[in-house]
């Protein structure tokens, strides 16, 4: 299993910067593809990057594409999402989770409880 633990959250206004982190622990983060997901009220979830366990690969939603950064560093079992130029659209929950690389979340066995991002104009 892994558990995963996310921080970094805040309000911010339209242009700012925020860095999320999500700390794992449990079976070797390594072995696993990471993504981070955000889902707003009354939305469904979405997906917004990914990086492969090597960290060799990345996938990023159009939305964020330019703007935002997923990276890992597997010594300190962290994977982190570099948020530039934030929106007001960005405004959600963001969740990062574990498992097969993809937009789709059910290929995420693993979940953290989520950080909240507001994003104000």
């Known amino acids: 299993q892994v558990q995963l633990v996310e921080s970094g959250g805040g309000l911010v206004q339209a242009g700012d910067s925020l860095r999320l982190s999500c700390a794992a622990s449990?079976?070797?983060?390594?072995?696993?593809?990471m993504a981070w997901f955000r889902q707003a009220p009354g939305k469904e979830r979405e997906f917004v990057a990914a990086i492969t366990w090597s960290g060799s690969t990345r996938y990023y939603a159009d939305s964020v594409k330019g703007r935002f950064t997923i990276s890992r560093d597997n010594a300190k079992n962290t994977v982190y999402l570099q948020m530039n130029s934030l929106k007001p659209e960005d405004t959600a929950v963001y969740y990062c989770a574990a498992g097969a690389v993809g937009p789709a979340p059910n290929k995420y066995p693993y979940w953290g409880q989520g950080t909240q991002v507001t994003v104000s104009s």
């Open positions: 449990g079976r070797t983060f390594s072995s696993y593809a």
